[in-house]
């Protein structure tokens, strides 16, 4: 019998030296680099926290690593040894069919070459579908030619991207910024558990890799690095800089700056359109100018990261036959997710269009596989990115049928709102376990702010019950008082930027509007009974949870306006957006804040009604006091009527709900007319969305009713803009294409009143 070669039968499992994990690297032990868990790991109870081949370490330095190859080896043997069999199988055959006719071997053979002709021409198709679509990117910017190099044409893709979202010159980076290979690899870790955990656009383990090479003596490793590897990097850690910053001039700003000044001059080639790369730049693009809107605008950033996604088909999985790779497929669908909840939360805050609508997309969610689990990002990582997306299509939905399809009012708008809020009570409920509390303390004030958003009165559903004033009172309250613990912890624990000043003042707007409308009902503890609904549709959301022994309903609404005040001034120190929001909402709320404190003197002064007390036995009062009493006693005399006016209301929505229920038994016994009381009608589906061109023009979406003046957000922003360097549009002329935006109020009586309220021009 001949001796098997060495090719052949390579002696693999042989012993070699492994790298210790990270527990026992840490506690400089001795390990024996067992699987899945070494010894030590087992006897200390960690076999959880034993780190295995994983994204952990850089390619080719995974302590499984040849491990890994040694099963690559036997299923590649595997597959040899099967087709030499089937080789054999057909040779035999072959020789079977030697006396068969020569004619019919002639046609076989050339059936078989046709059909592999017919299938090789059908690659080549693909391959060249395939070569067009990524020529889009150039075909945006440059219909007729390709000829997009500096040499040639004199300008970039980048250039116009930071021609378009540079708000301000970056400054120069100092010599002396850069960290130390320990410091570096702490911001990592701070970007990958806070933010990449959220958005994982990119390889962790290529990351990791291109750090390494950095640092590497040897400037041929350098070399071997592209631009697009530098842009990640220096972003990354611009990002980790920028985050961790409290102020606009302390350390972590002044390293952010310094990084994404050292970033840029790779922007030429880390933007280049028509690969997988510019999107992910632009992701982190995108991200940086969320922290630092002095200097870019992420408004322009995520409509160039839209029109990327789109231009390689991403907003489309590719068919089942064309997927190469699992893992490039699940990078594939993170990247375009990741662009999808930028996208959304950016237009939402600030009440524009869509990039792109949801009957354009076809993108299943990524796997959690297709994540690392090693302990930079932990095991969370999987789970809040997820979480997020499927967040952001609830979202992107009540979105789309309130505020981006037409103006008619929907048929049946309460049921199609709790209808929406009963699918994020239900997102809600199903958050993982194990979702560290800096990240389910975001996502409970994203669910609070949707709620808000989704029962704000819009021209879609003009109404608003008491029931959902209550609601977005109680949420109201809630939500800053979480955002005002956040604003004032040590550091962020979860990704927090600009965008929150602005919904920390879109919040507290609508809490002002719902308690002018209903004062007395809202400051007072009476209990308010939910609207019914139809059978079939989706109940009222409950009112949120209160602690028992609290303060009263009037201490709550004068804390919440402090809490806002304080929580728009610590902002400010970080962004000068959130000055201007200060200054606006302190003169808008300063009449309702000083009759809440009056409230509260008169009720410590028992001349409130509820304590009970009688006028002619109180004592001989001052006249400042019983000029206070003579306003009581009007705002009383208001409140009765308006409570009358109320139960009107709600004696007539009775009468209505029990006629139509009658109405609908009698159809049934008929069987007339049997889609009269269908379930909960979910209004038109949303026109597709125009995708921005280059550069991206903001598209006005249809006339929201906005609770607050939203000029002056809008305002501020381009006043911002103007200090900035950038000219300043004027109020009286809008620019094409920017949102109109006009005042629209609820006064006392809770009648729509247009124009400025009092105090702000108004009439008083």
Same mark, same amino acid.
């Given at each position: 019998m001949p001796r098997s070669s060495f090719s052949d039968n390579p002696l693999l499992r042989v012993s070699r030296p492994v790298s210790a994990c990270s527990r026992c690297r840490a506690a400089k032990v001795k390990c024996d680099g067992k699987l899945p868990a070494c010894t030590a790991c087992e006897k200390a109870g960690r076999e959880n926290e034993c780190s295995s081949a994983n994204d952990q370490f850089a390619r080719g330095k995974e302590r499984s690593y040849v491990a890994a190859l040694e099963?690559?080896?036997?299923?590649?043997?595997?597959?040899?040894?099967?087709?030499?069999?089937?080789k054999a199988s057909v040779n035999l055959h072959d020789i079977d069919e030697a006396t068969a006719a020569p004619a019919d071997r002639k046609d076989s053979l050339a059936n078989i070459r046709a059909a592999i002709h017919r299938k090789a021409a059908r690659k080549r198709e693909d391959s060249d579908v395939n070569s067009l679509v990524s020529d889009f990117g150039f075909l945006s910017v440059n219909a007729?030619?390709?000829?997009?190099?500096?040499?040639v044409s004199g300008m970039t893709f980048a250039r116009l991207v930071l021609a378009a979202a540079t708000n301000d010159d970056v400054p120069d980076p100092t010599e002396d910024s850069f960290p130390t290979r320990a410091e570096a690899f702490a911001i990592i870790q701070y970007y990958m558990a806070n933010i990449y955990a959220l958005f994982p656009s990119f390889s962790e383990t290529h990351l990791l890799t291109v750090l390494d090479d950095v640092f590497q003596q040897d400037e041929r490793v350098k070399d071997r690095l592209k631009d697009a590897d530098f842009?990640?990097? =220096? &972003?990354?850690?611009?990002? /980790? =800089? &920028?985050?961790?910053?409290? /102020?606009?001039?302390?350390?972590?700003?002044?390293?952010?700056?310094?990084f994404v000044a050292r970033a840029l001059p790779f922007a030429d080639k880390a933007l280049m359109p028509?690969?997988?790369t510019q999107i992910q730049s632009l992701i982190l693009f995108t991200q940086f100018s969320m922290l630092d809107p002095a200097h870019f605008d992420s408004w322009y950033l995520i409509g160039f990261a839209s029109r990327a996604v789109v231009d390689l088909g991403y907003h489309q999985d590719p068919p089942q036959l064309q997927v190469p790779d699992k893992a490039a497929l699940d990078l594939r669908r993170r990247m375009f997710y990741s662009v999808y909840a930028l996208d959304r939360t950016i237009s939402m805050i600030r009440t524009r269009s869509f990039s792109f609508s949801d009957d354009s997309i076809n993108v299943e969610y990524p796997s959690n596989s297709g994540l690392s689990s090693g302990p930079i990002t932990g095991p969370q990582s999987a789970d809040s990115s997820l979480v997020l997306f499927q967040l952001r299509r609830l979202q992107s939905e009540w979105y789309q049928t309130l505020f981006q399809a037409d103006s008619a009012?929907?048929?049946?708008a309460a049921s199609f709102i709790w209808q929406m809020c009963l699918e994020m009570r239900e997102w809600h409920e199903s958050l993982p376990?194990?979702?560290?509390?800096?990240?389910?303390?975001?996502?409970e004030l994203e669910l609070r702010y949707s709620y808000i958003y989704c029962l704000a009165p819009s021209d879609r559903s003009p109404h608003l019950t008491d029931y959902a004033r209550r609601l977005i009172f109680e949420h109201a309250i809630a939500y800053v008082n979480t955002i005002h613990n956040v604003a004032h912890g040590a550091t962020n624990s979860a990704f927090y930027t600009s965008l929150d000043a602005l919904k920390v003042y879109f919040v507290a707007m609508q809490f002002l509007t719902a308690l002018n409308a209903a004062r007395e009902l809202l400051i007072s503890e009476q209990r308010i009974i939910p609207p019914i609904t139809r059978p079939g549709t989706a109940p009222p959301p409950p009112l949120p949870h209160r602690?028992?022994?609290?303060?009263d309903s009037l201490d709550r609404s004068i804390r919440c306006l402090q809490q806002v005040f304080e929580t728009l001034g610590r902002f400010s120190q970080r962004w000068d957006i959130a000055s201007q929001l200060k200054t606006t909402f302190e003169s808008i709320s300063s009449d309702l804040f000083s009759w809440l404190q009056v409230r509260r003197q008169m009720r410590e002064q028992g001349q409130l009604p509820q304590q009970q007390q009688q006028p002619q036995q109180q004592p001989q009062q001052q006249p400042q006091q019983q000029q206070q009493q003579q306003q009581h006693h009007q705002q009383q005399q208001q409140q009765t009527q308006q409570q009358q006016h109320q139960q009107q209301?709600?004696?007539?929505q009775q009468q209505l709900y029990q006629h139509q229920h009658q109405q609908h038994q009698q159809h049934q016994q008929h069987q007339h007319q049997h889609q009269h009381h269908s379930p909960t009608p979910q209004g038109p589906s949303p026109p597709q969305t125009q995708l921005p061109s280059y550069p991206p023009h903001p598209h006005p979406p249809p006339q929201v009713l906005m609770a607050a003046p939203q000029m002056h957000m809008q305002g501020m922003m381009q006043q911002h803009q103007g200090q900035s360097g950038q000219p300043m549009m004027q109020q009286q002329q809008p620019q094409t294409g920017q949102p109109m935006m006009q005042y629209r109020w609820v006064d006392g009586t809770g009648q729509t009143m247009t124009g400025p309220p009092p105090g702000q021009g108004g009439p008083a």
């Open positions: 099963l690559r080896v036997e299923k590649l043997e595997k597959r040899l040894a099967f087709a030499r069999s089937r007729t030619t390709r000829d997009f190099e500096p040499s842009w990640l990097l =220096y &972003m990354v850690l611009a990002i /980790g =800089y &920028m985050a961790q910053s409290r /102020g606009k001039q302390d350390e972590y700003y002044r390293r952010g700056l310094d028509g690969y997988p009012p929907l048929p049946d376990d194990n979702l560290p509390s800096g990240v389910r303390e975001l996502f602690p028992i022994g609290g303060e209301q709600q004696q007539q």
